[in-house]
Each structure stands twice: as structure tokens, then as C-alpha cells.
């Protein structure tokens, strides 16, 4: 028997030929066409995808299985990034998008992102009528019906959405302050879209992995500092003051400063939101997951802003982001956007924005950010996965269920339970827990004061998972 299909927290994701089968695309394309179907008319529905394998077959199935449940399909016939195709559904009113793309996953995956009509990715409640739709399909509760058109309206998400980009950029103090960029898509949906904003703009800015490789050069597209080494060099070569990258689908991102050190993105996010604050006078409210550096909560208190601690999750930021509540809301896992942006992860604009705050304010991510702790208060924080067998993780299930009052002999001054298990130390640092849904994997976060502290820290973290 074959594994339900299930939307996680960013869609459905399997390995090509295993599950993520075209019997299977058209079942989970056909709960969508349910769904969008108890939503308000015209039932309009975009169809895109990243540049994975087969993606162009998928599309065209997937437009197939809607014609065939009477929902129009509107294909967009190249690459595009996750938050272009959100934005396109904001313009354009449809129902949503269905969007082929496993993100940052290896070359081996693909999946489906739902996109609800607000373009923010598809809430849990909405994923859970999607789900039972495809259950009652499967069981024989109802039949996908055979597609039969062929051809289809079409529509290129990039103009309006490069468009909007140079509205909310100040693309032209990058272009004045004469830095030089390096831009990395991982061979991804983001390829063209930076560079052609920069370059119009005058911007000297140069790229490595510029051209469609299915396989990502033999890794996953995650745009982390272990894979980043080809755009060091291409920095070092031009005399580049900052490095961007974005993931497979580009809605996330990673940043390189001028002495080539991976500036992290939870380091990123904070930098960020200080900078928006004092150039936008932007001061109705900052959102970070849980599992986020507290130096945001820091900067929220020094700005006199509101903070929000949502779950983990993008669609819970997209939501605040809906309704206005805040400059700018972020995950430590790299994904952010930003107060009249799209409800949606965008790493495009990430890296942009750094472009810009490194242009206007003349410094280096690493002098801005040491600026930053002298300001609010230094922050060090690590995500690590621990690998569990099935039965040492139902014990670890069972065991944070239990509020501790003490970690490796440290008080525990509050617990907080937004998602998952989150312990705050009486200096302020803190050690997070959350379970892997898919995989017997409990994800660790913490966060010392001192780099000192770290160390420490870690090994309090570990043990309390493996004792």
C-alpha cells in the first residue's frame, strides 16, 4: 500500500518514481480542483514549476487533470520562483497555484506547493480538506476524471513581479554606492530575476550557476555556507562587496559578506528588520518562528515594536503579513518577506535587500552586525538534527510532554509551547525541540549569550536527547 499523500509545511514532497508518480500527481491535482471548487467562481488556477526534472510534463498533466474537473488552468510555461508565482495570484484574483518544485530537497524530489487566493501557501485547515479529498478519490470514493485538453492559457509571472521588486528595493542607491554583487541561483527559478533588476539598474553583478542542471550540480539547491564556495571565488575574482544566493524554487536565500563568511540567516532576518525600521519608519510589528533567534525579540523591545512568535511554518508569517501587522516576519531556516510584499518566503528580495542595506549604509554585514550585539545584546544560535531510532524517539515523544524545570543542572525560567518544546534559561538563552513528522528526527535549537556559552550549551542540548 502505498503512503497517503500529505502537505506538510511546505506541500507535498517525495522522491520522483517512488511516490511522487504521475497516478499520484493527478490525485493529488484533482484534491486541489475539489477544494478550489467550495471556494467562490471563477474557479482559476495558475500552474507552475522550478526547473526539476520533467517539471514541463508535470505542468502540463497537472493543467490536464484541472480542465478536467472544470477549473481553468492558466500554465506559466518557464521557471519561476515561488514568490513570483504568489504574487501572480494576487494580481491576477485567481483561485490559486499549484506550483512542482521540493524547494531546497535533492534532485531526486519533486512536489507540490498549494497556494490558497491570497498567493500565501495553503493553511492547514485548507490542506486537510485537500487531503480527505484525495483519500476519498483513492479509496474509490470517486474517480480522477480522464483530462482531454491539451492546450492551454498562458502567462509570464516575470514583469509584474520584477516590477514590484523595484518598488519596494531602492535599487538605485545600490547602483550609486558603485558595490559589486555576486549572485548565485543554484541553477534554480531564480535565474534572471536579480540579476536583470541589478544589471537594468546599473549594478555590476556577476554569477556562478547560471543555467538549468536537473541535477543541481549533483546536491541539493540549498544555498548554505558548505555549497557557497563557487560564488566565494567568483567574489574574490571580481572584488565583490556581497554574495546572494537563492534556493531551487528561490525562496530562500543565503548571503555571503565581502571577506567571504556566511552571515546566517537568523543574523540576517534581525539585520533587516533594524534596517527597515530606521529607513521605512516601519514600526507596526516584527514575526519570527519560534525556533528564531531572541535577538529579534531584543531589537522588537530597543524599537518599541509588537512581536509575534508564530509556529514553524511560513504560512503563519503570511497571515501577519495579510493583515499588516508587521515591517517584515522571518524563519532561522532562511525565509523572509516583507510588509506589502507577498504573503510568501522570498529569497529574490532577500538578497536585494541586503544589496541595498549594505550599499546605503556603507558597511560590512560583520561590522554592522557587531554594531548590532553592542547595541541589543549578543546572540549565538545552532540548529542541529539528532537521528533517533523509532523507539528512542517515542520515548523522546513521551518525554517532552513533561515540562523540566532544569537542563544539564541551569533553571529553566519558563517553557514555552508554540511549537514543539521550547526552554527559556534564566540569562536568556534558550534550547528548542520539535519532531520531525516525516522522519525519526528531533531537531535542536539553541541559542547562548557568548560564543563562550555555546559550547556548553550544546552538549546540555544533546544530552537531554539522547539520555
Same mark, same amino acid.
Given at each position: ?5 500529505r502537505?506538510?509545511t511546505?506541500?507535498w ?9 504521475l497516478?499520484?500527481i493527478?490525485?493529488?491535482v484533482?484534491?486541489?480542483?475539489a477544494?478550489?471548487k ?7 488556477v495558475?500552474v ?16 490536464r487533470?484541472?480542465a478536467?474537473n ?9 521557471a519561476a520562483?515561488?514568490p ?5 495570484v494576487?494580481?491576477?484574483k ?5 506550483n512542482f ?15 490558497t ?13 485537500i487531503?480527505?479529498a484525495i483519500?476519498?478519490?483513492s479509496?474509490?470514493?470517486?474517480g480522477?476524471?480522464?483530462p ?14 520584477l516590477k514590484?521588486?523595484?518598488?519596494l528595493?531602492d ?5 550609486k554606492?558603485?558595490i559589486?554583487?555576486?549572485?548565485d541561483p543554484f541553477w534554480?527559478?531564480?535565474?534572471g530575476y ?7 539598474a ?5 554569477t ?9 550540480? /549533483? @546536491?541539493a539547491p &540549498?544555498? !548554505?555556507?558548505?555549497l557557497? %564556495?563557487d560564488?566565494r #571565488?567568483k $567574489?574574490?575574482d ?14 530562500r536565500?543565503?548571503?555571503v559578506d565581502q ?5 546566517q540567516p ?10 527597515l525600521v ?7 510589528g ?8 531572541n ?9 518599541k ?8 511554518g511560513?504560512k503563519?508569517?503570511g497571515?501577519?503579513i ?6 517584515i516576519?522571518?524563519e532561522e531556516?532562511a525565509?523572509?518577506?516583507i510588509? /506589502? @510584499?507577498v504573503? &510568501?518566503? !522570498?529569497?529574490?528580495?532577500? %538578497?536585494?535587500?541586503? #544589496?541595498e $542595506? ?7 554585514l ?11 545584546g549578543?546572540f549565538?544560535?545552532?540548529r542541529e538534527?539528532?537521528r533517533?531510532t ?7 515523544t ?14 529553566v525560567?519558563?517553557?514555552v509551547r508554540?511549537?514543539?518544546l521550547?526552554?527559556?534559561?534564566e540569562?536568556?538563552?534558550?534550547v528548542c525541540?520539535r ?7 528531533v ?6 549569550r ?7 550549551l550544546?552538549?546540555a542540548s544533546?544530552?537531554?536527547v539522547l539520555?
Amino acid at each position: 500500500m502505498s503512503t497517503p499523500i500529505r502537505f506538510g509545511t511546505s506541500g507535498w514532497r517525495a522522491i520522483m518514481a517512488d511516490e511522487f508518480t504521475l497516478a499520484n500527481i493527478r490525485l493529488a491535482v484533482a484534491g486541489i480542483a475539489a477544494y478550489v471548487k467550495t471556494q467562490p467562481t471563477p474557479h482559476r488556477v495558475l500552474v507552475g514549476r522550478d526547473p526539476r526534472f520533467l517539471g514541463e510534463h508535470f505542468v502540463n498533466e497537472a493543467a490536464r487533470v484541472l480542465a478536467a474537473n472544470n477549473v481553468t488552468p492558466i500554465v506559466i510555461p518557464e521557471a519561476a520562483p515561488t514568490p513570483a508565482i504568489a504574487y501572480a495570484v494576487r494580481t491576477l484574483k485567481t483561485s490559486g497555484a499549484i506550483n512542482f518544485t521540493a524547494s531546497h530537497n535533492p534532485p531526486e524530489y519533486n512536489g507540490i506547493k498549494f497556494s490558497t487566493h491570497d498567493g500565501a501557501p495553503a493553511l492547514p485547515e485548507v490542506t486537510r480538506q485537500i487531503e480527505a479529498a484525495i483519500e476519498q478519490l483513492s479509496s474509490g470514493g470517486g474517480g480522477v476524471p480522464s483530462p482531454f485538453a491539451d492546450k492551454f492559457e498562458t502567462t509570464d509571472v516575470k514583469p509584474a513581479f520584477l516590477k514590484r521588486l523595484a518598488e519596494l528595493v531602492d535599487l538605485k542607491a545600490i547602483a550609486k554606492s558603485g558595490i559589486k554583487v555576486v549572485y548565485d541561483p543554484f541553477w534554480g527559478a531564480g535565474r534572471g530575476y536579480s540579476t536583470d533588476l541589478l544589471r537594468e539598474a546599473g549594478v555590476t553583478v556577476e554569477t556562478v550557476h547560471d543555467y538549468r542542471d536537473v541535477l543541481f550540480g /549533483g @546536491h541539493a539547491p &540549498e544555498p !548554505d555556507d558548505h555549497l557557497l %564556495g563557487d560564488a566565494r #571565488a567568483k $567574489m574574490k575574482d571580481i572584488g565583490a562587496h556581497i554574495g546572494i544566493a537563492t534556493d531551487g524554487d528561490a525562496d530562500r536565500f543565503g548571503i555571503v559578506d565581502q571577506d567571504g563568511t556566511f552571515i546566517q540567516p537568523n543574523y540576517i532576518i534581525a539585520l533587516l528588520f533594524d534596517y527597515l525600521v530606521q529607513t521605512r519608519g516601519w514600526k507596526n510589528g516584527v514575526a519570527k518562528s519560534v525556533a528564531t533567534t531572541n535577538l529579534i525579540n531584543s531589537l522588537a523591545e530597543h524599537h518599541k515594536v509588537p512581536l509575534y512568535e508564530t509556529p514553524v511554518g511560513f504560512k503563519y508569517i503570511g497571515e501577519l503579513i495579510i493583515a499588516d501587522k508587521i515591517a517584515i516576519g522571518g524563519e532561522e531556516s532562511a525565509g523572509l518577506t516583507i510588509r /506589502g @510584499h507577498v504573503p &510568501e518566503k !522570498d529569497g529574490i528580495i532577500a %538578497g536585494l535587500l541586503v #544589496a541595498e $542595506m549594505v550599499a546605503t549604509l556603507g558597511k560590512s554585514l560583520g561590522v554592522q552586525l557587531r554594531e548590532m550585539f553592542a547595541k541589543v545584546g549578543s546572540f549565538y544560535p545552532v540548529r542541529e538534527n539528532f537521528r533517533l531510532t523509532p523507539e528512542r524517539k517515542a520515548a523522546f515523544t513521551e518525554k517532552l510532554k513533561a515540562d523540566p524545570s532544569e537542563l544539564s543542572g541551569r533553571k529553566v525560567s519558563s517553557v514555552v509551547r508554540t511549537d514543539g518544546l521550547k526552554l527559556i534559561l534564566e540569562d536568556g538563552s534558550w534550547v528548542c525541540y520539535r519532531l520531525s513528522g516525516t522522519e525519526p528526527v528531533v531537531r535542536a535549537y539553541t541559542e547562548a549569550r557568548s560564543q563562550q556559552d555555546m559550547v556548553a550549551l550544546r552538549a546540555a542540548s544533546e544530552k537531554f536527547v539522547l539520555s
